[in-house]
């Protein structure tokens, strides 16, 4: 088996860190390395304030106002489901879930 490597601050997790995935080949270390470089690309992209996090407005690049007279609701609850630390921003880590897919997944068999 395969683990990331480093410690969480290497990896760029510098709050709370979630568990990964234990990787069973090194055809699935590669595609997790790869599901990393999308989520950080995405992440670097569309984190304007450079903070190397996501706020709700950032992730939805701007199309969405918290709490807003349109009531983005659904918007807002996708962002709750991937910020797993509740901090109210999305780090690396939350956002390959959205990348990977495994989020859309997760909400079609409503597993959560």
């Known amino acids: 088996h395969f683990a ?3 410690s969480p601050s290497e990896r760029g997790m510098g709050r709370a860190s ?16 790869v599901l990393r470089l999308v989520a950080e690309s995405a992440l670097k ?5 450079k903070d190397g996090e996501l706020s709700l407005q950032e992730f939805w690049e701007g199309d969405v106002t918290a709490g807003g007279p349109d009531g983005h609701q659904e ?3 996708t962002f709750k489901l991937l910020d797993k630390d509740g901090s109210g921003r999305l780090s690396v880590v939350e956002l390959m879930d959205w ?7 997760q909400v079609a068999f409503k597993v959560t």
């Not at 992209?45 to 304030?49: F, I, M, N, P, T």
């Not at 990348?99 to 997944?105: K, Y």
């Open 18 to 33: 979630y568990p990964t995935a234990t990787f069973s080949t090194a055809q699935d270390a590669a595609e997790q390395v």
């Open 75 to 77: 918007e807002e609850a």
């Open 99 to 105: 990348e990977s897919g495994v989020h859309h997944t």
């Open 4 to 6: 990331p490597m480093g």
């Open 45 to 49: 992209r569309k984190d304007l304030d």
